[in-house]
């Protein structure tokens, strides 16, 4: 887990409520990575950041919003439109460089009640 | 469209057996491939990663994966399996289209290890 944390371990939602996951790395990595798990599914991407002040949707965007105003912070929102966001959220940082390894933090469980 | 295929969901193998985890990917280009392990309710810790270079990459843990373009592989080895590594493996193949470093992921090979 490294030099990324997450918080908190354990979340939950009541429905119709929005919760933001935290998101910080100390490797002064300039790219930043959500993820969401569901079980047999792997990993599918929510939200991805290259540089401070910039971030692009992933595969399934659809619920979430993100902010990056500090290169060590990538915040992520669950919004109250996520039809399902019962899930383990994983964040990730990454340098620039296309070799560049992904490095994971400890993850998120969110779980809608 | 950039994919990878974990083919097994779940591996057996018994203690001091060797273990391999298969990997299949689909990729425009030359693939850039690694390997990660998830512990119950932890983070993806990284294992090794293929670029370019020799085709037999060896990473943490005495874990070593084995690339083969003709196959359009990376399986994942290990020549004596202990029982602590027991956990979910996970393929990924670098995304090449956007510019970005995402990654696409296998959806996940339990391996369990029988003492």
């Known amino acids: 887990d490294g030099g990324i944390t997450q918080s908190p371990k354990y979340l939950f939602r009541k429905e119709g409520q929005n919760v933001t996951l935290s998101c910080e790395q100390n490797?002064?990595?300039?790219?930043m990575y959500w993820y969401r798990q569901d079980p047999g599914q792997g990993l599918r991407l929510i939200y991805y950041s290259q540089i401070v002040n910039d971030f692009q949707k992933g595969d399934i965007a659809e619920g979430y919003s993100v902010s990056r105003e500090k290169k060590e912070s990538f915040p992520l929102t669950v919004t109250s439109a996520q039809k399902n966001p019962t899930a383990f959220y994983l964040c990730?940082?990454?340098?620039?460089?296309?070799?560049?390894?992904?490095?994971f933090g400890p993850g998120t469980r969110l779980t809608v009640l | 469209a950039q994919s990878v295929a974990q083919p097994e969901d779940q591996v057996n193998v018994a203690e001091g057996n060797p273990l391999t985890v298969k990997c299949t990917y689909s990729?425009?280009?030359?693939?850039?491939l690694f390997w990660y392990v998830q512990y119950p309710n932890r983070g993806l810790q990284f294992l090794l990663k293929y670029i370019t270079g020799d085709n037999l990459v060896k990473g943490s843990y005495g874990f070593e994966a084995e690339f083969n373009k003709s196959q359009t592989s990376f399986h994942l080895k290990k020549p004596s399996a202990l029982v602590s590594d027991s956990a979910l493996y996970f393929c990924a193949v670098r995304d090449m289209q956007t510019g970005a470093n995402n990654l696409f992921f296998g959806t996940g090979t339990r391996l369990t290890v029988i003492p």
């Open positions: 490797l002064n990595h300039d790219a």
């Open positions: 990729v425009s280009g030359n693939p850039y």
């Open positions: 990730a940082s990454s340098a620039r460089h296309s070799t560049d390894t992904q490095y």
